[in-house]
């Protein structure tokens, strides 16, 4: 379980003098909208801002999730089923801990949000990746995919859609054939949303309303709204799901940031217009990077996910990274998404102000061997 999986050369980043294009971490250079943002929350406008508030989240909150869950995702919601909790990464660990036993095995097609493998780990389950985002089309394949790692210790299925880090979005017929296949099993079904905000072609259909009574839905005001700093995600699970979730998460990190979750809750009363925005930009910057590197367009995220292995020599992907840092490019390894995955690289074309993110994405396509020419961004 690495202690970094986003850079090895994030430290050093700090360190030198010259402009480095971060494009290794998930994140925007959108500001969240205006009355949602740190500075227009007011301790005399709101009583108990920096006190704790309800485990289960803030309960306006909690109210306001479950009616977007019935009005967007279509999910039968009521508030015993729902968790907020630190960001998605929280909400996520606390339903991987609620069902997974030492030993027991989560399926997880791959390439793979790079954390989800580690909160697997972290709870000693055993994480069996399945290549899939880049390679299977077929939605038979698929399912043959599946049968072949499944076991007597396959307690879950994880499911990604916007995928991090492809940006592939998966058709509702597939996402069909999971849950069947889920039921079939006997198997929970782990589904991330986090990025059902952003789709660029297709549509998001969300898992939870095809498989109810084993689904935990997963889902982000870090990505939805530019709020990653703030650490509020939130997740909708069966009623006993989600009870044994709100254990692991009082006796870890007890609750998400009281401002954070009121920054949450103006968010989805009045943010509907910010998403629209920035999901026309992240369309273009993403059609723009993926066309320099010679890529079709993603589907829908925030990333690229790009096979360098013809540019690997001896020195490997690790080589490849320290060029691209010497070019002032941080980049993922494609081995945090999975352990096939080890020629690739993922990249973050929104974590920067468009002019800067495609700068970098000129940087990385002339050291894939592209003619790019140059244009120089600011510092």
Known sequence: MPAAVYSPFEARARERSDPVF???????????????????????????LHNYTDTQGLPPLVDALCEKLRARNGLACERDQLLVGAGATGVLACAVGSVVDPGDEVLILAPFWPLIRGIVQAFRGVPVEVPFYDRIFDLEEALAALEERISERTVALYVSTPSNPTGRVLPGDWLEAFAEFARRRDLWLLSDEVYEDYVYRGEHVSLAPLAPERTVAVHSFSKAYGMAGNRVGYLAAPREWAAQARKIATHTFYGAPTPGQWAALRALEGGAAWIAESREAYREVGAQAAALLGQEAPAGSTFLFLDVSAQLGARGLEGFLADCFEDGVLVAPGASSGQDYGDWVRLCYTALPPEKALEAVRRLARRCGRDVPPVAAES
């Open 22 to 48: 971060a494009l290794h971490v998930g994140d925007t250079w959108r500001p969240p909208f205006e009355g949602a943002r740190a500075e227009d929350l007011k301790v005399d406008e709101i009583a108990g």
